[in-house]
């Protein structure tokens, strides 16, 4: 059969598409694609991707969704040639694509390995993210094949690497807030100054303020859960501002307490 292209509407988890996967010596691009409503999924089953052996529908543990797994090989061997594959083209909320040596945009090629270029920033894309994916269906010998070839991004959750942190819309750019702060408070104590200055005490105030409030907004209504992985997020940030100081100056400083 020709090869045929979908655009299937959903969400994804574990998106990864800028690093490939490695198991059993295979390098694969891959999501799990939760498709958005019934329609969807009789697309995918009417592609006939799901009647090859192997391949299924995966639950959710924590939601009960059914998902499915698309992937994009690194790597294959196309007949008697080693075809290299970019990362999938990214679009939306998120804008990336991929370039040869010559500045040409490319998605694969023949021959010896060389590097794909991104052109744009690879903004990891968190787990609930609303996107289109476009997924190419062709015939193999062991039925319908596909190939994740692009990620249309519509509603971008923001990737959080703390465990104790959600994945809720902004969120993430609170975190970045407190962490200039932060600096922002140390560079004042180390210049000699045994008091913070007001204005910065309330503005620090009001941001863990704001974190505190997004976190219990949550439907559970429970508590924020911190870690300590955020407690050592944000001392190691503070150790590396003395850090610099004490480089820049000569001198052995150790920050003063909070007032």
Not at 95 to 117: C, I, K, L, W
Not at 146 to 163: A, D, F, M, P, Q
Request: with cysteine; hydrophobic share 30%; net charge positive.
């Amino acid at each position: 059969m020709a090869t045929k292209y979908y655009n299937w509407s959903g969400k994804v988890k574990w998106a990864k598409v800028y690093v490939p996967d490695e198991y059993n010596g295979a390098e694969r691009f891959t999501i799990d694609f939760y498709p958005k409503d019934k329609s969807v999924w009789k697309s995918i089953k009417e592609s006939g991707i799901m009647d090859v052996e192997g391949r299924k529908t995966y639950k959710d543990k924590d939601t009960g969704e059914e998902y499915i797994r698309i992937r994009r090989d690194a790597k294959k061997l196309i007949g008697d040639n080693i075809v290299w594959f970019s990362p999938p083209a990214i679009s939306g909320e998120v804008s990336v694509y991929y370039v040869d040596e010559a500045g040409e945009r490319v998605v694969s090629y023949e021959g010896p390995r060389r590097d794909f270029n991104p052109v744009g920033e690879q903004v990891p894309i968190g787990n609930d993210s609303k996107v289109v994916i476009n997924v190419s269906v062709f015939e193999t010998k062991k039925g319908a094949g596909c190939r994740l070839e692009s990620i249309s991004v519509r509603e971008l959750v923001e990737y959080c690497r703390s465990r104790s942190c959600t994945t809720e819309p902004g969120q993430h750019s609170m975190v970045k807030t407190i962490d200039t702060l932060v600096e922002d408070i140390y560079e004042v104590l180390l210049n000699g100054v045994d008091e913070v200055p007001e204005e910065l005490q309330q503005e620090f105030a009001q941001r863990m303020g704001d974190l505190v409030a997004t976190r219990l907004s949550k439907k559970s209504r429970q508590p924020p859960r911190w870690h300590s992985s955020d407690v050592k997020h944000w001392s190691s940030r503070s150790t590396t501002v003395v850090q610099r100081q004490q480089t820049r100056t000569g001198r052995r400083l150790s920050p003063r307490k909070l007032t």
